[in-house]
Structure formats: C-alpha cells, structure tokens
C-alpha cells in the first residue's frame, strides 16, 4: 500500500476555533478508501463537528471494529487516543474504557456488517446499558471488503451489482436503538452536510447513548440501479423530519416561531437543539411515534433523516450503576482496596 504524505502547509487566514485550532489540526491521515466512498464524507463531517465544538483531540477515543467503515478513524482526529478492535466486538473495548474513564468523548464508527451481522449481540447490549457515547454506523447496505454481498440492513428487493435481489427483510438499526433503549436516535446521509454535522455536534454533547444511522454508499459495489444505497436512490427518497441546528448556550438564541414549524429541545449541557419541523405533527419525544413513523416512511419506499427520537431525560450507564465521579482509572489503593473488613461486610449483605 502507498502512503501518501499530507501537505504541512495550509492558507495562513483558515478559521480557529476556541481553542486556537483550525480544521487541519483535526484531519488524519490521507484516506485509501475509493475516491467518492461516503465514509469520508463521514469523516470530515465529524472533523467539522469535533472542530466547531473546540473539543480538544487528547479528550476523544476512537473505538472501530472490521470493515471500510472501522478504517475511517485514521482519517479524522490524529492526535486523539484510538483502538481498532476485531470483528463485531467494538462495543465491549468501548464498554471497558467508558467505565474505565468516563471523562472522555467516545466515537464508535462501525459499518452494517460490523453491527449488524457479526455485532448485533454486541450492538443490542451496548444500546441497552446505555453507555455514553456517540456511535456511529457508515450503512451501505453491503459488504465493501469482500467484493459485494449483501449485508443484513440491504432492503429486500434491492439488487446486487449484478442483478440478484435480496430476498430477506432489513434489519433497521435505528429502530431497534429507539426500542432498546438509546436517549438519542438520528439518520442521515453522508452526502447531506447541512444535516449531518449538526446532528453530530448534538450527538456528541448528548450525554447517554447517541445512535447515528448514516446512509454511506458504496461507489464499488453498490451504487448502481436497484441498489436503494445508492446515491441516487437516497437523493430521490429522503425526507427530512428536522432540519436541525445546534446552538451551544453561550450563543442561544430564541425566537418566537408560528406553532409548528420549530421545536427547541434543551440538551442535557444546557444547549439547544432546534429543529425545524417539516411535520407539524412529528414529536422526536414520542418513542413508540418515532418507530412508526419509520416504519410507515419504510413502506413507502421513503427514507426517513434527521433527529428521529430523544430522551428529554437521559441516563448513562455511570448514572444507573451509581459509579464514583471520577475516573475509575484514576483511582488510588485506597479506593480500590478498602481492606478486608469491607469485603466481609459487602459478602454479609448478600447473605
């Protein structure tokens, strides 16, 4: 494989952030994906995010598994910590840190064979611990390093490269995040910037399990006429439920929208997501309304993005164990060996 060296040099008047830092300072390395692959539309998505938002890259983990998808992390954020795992098992190595350190920002990029095939097992428990962490999943529908199969979230009816249908149902992962139990549940597609990188911003600052559903079409094996993960299919079948827009609250602003049209939804730092609703009867609170909306805009033929649930009320797995404040790794002798009297009285109590 060819490396290819990134330029030092960049336009001396790019935007600084906060912290002093312009977009450069949160690339990686020079993607090796097929030029037009959605993931590194993903990527950068996530690099404007992470960059808007002035987080530092020394307070993000990277965690990934198998696949095109769980290569991306190379390719955004170079200067923050990262773990490329085996096949399907991201979610425990994220598990593990999360309780380990709960002090960082936590980025799960999976694909749909990562989550949805080998990892569903792992993907269904780490929904339902509800770990803090924005989880990403780079969905083309097919399996890009083994030459085009179908993979579990392909939609049935749809055709291989070649011509053979699918014949089995999807497995829809942002429905069954919302039935498990993520606080914060969104879709989009990676060619769609305007909405994605707000969604990301609002993921990241969401404190419990954010889930993003990102349509990402595979240009090699999976961009062609009936493919529904193609770039044409998703153009012509999206419909937006929000438009969204975070807006951190030292710049809130209020204003006094007809009924209808916009829904602010305080996050849990203390920020605003505003939504500007295309459906004036559309609730993202309503979790059982959110299911069938998908499932309605499924049958459709539609594909429905944006912020499609949110737990106005979140909890973390930190919050339901009643872990210490601080980072378990962090953690003196002391702490973590309080003598044998304590475990007499911890062995009594189950007695």
Partial sequence: MTYVAKPR??????????L??????????????????????????IIQACHELSIPAHRVAKLSGIG????????????SHGFNSVHGRMPSVATGANMANRELYYIGISGDGDTASIGLGQFAHIVRRRINMTYVVDNNGTYGL????????????????????????????????????????????????AQLVPLLKAALKHEGFAFLDVISPCVAFNNHNGSTKSYDYVRAHTEAMAVADLIPIHDEIRIDYAPGTVEDVAMPDGSTLRLHKLHGDYDPRDRVGAMDTLMRRAQAG????????????????????NTVDGPLASLGEAELCPGSQRLEDINAAFR
């Fill in 20 to 45: 002093g830092l312009t977009r450069r300072d949160y690339e990686g390395a020079v993607s090796t994906l097929c030029a037009g692959c959605g993931h590194d539309s993903v990527s950068a998505a």
């Fill in 302 to 321: 539609e594909i429905a993005t944006g912020l499609l649930y949110l737990d106005d009320d979140p909890s973390d797995c930190h919050e339901i164990l």
């Fill in 68 to 79: 095109c998808s769980s290569k991306t992390p190379t390719y955004f954020l170079g200067k």
């Fill in 9 to 18: 040099t960049h336009h001396p008047k790019l935007p600084r952030n906060e």
């Fill in 146 to 193: 083994t030459k085009g199969q179908f993979s579990a979230t392909n939609d049935k009816g749809s055709t291989s490269k070649k011509g053979a249908p699918n014949l089995y149902e999807p497995i829809d992962l942002a429905m069954m995040a919302i039935q498990i139990g993520a606080t914060f549940v969104a879709r989009s597609f990676s060619g769609d910037k």
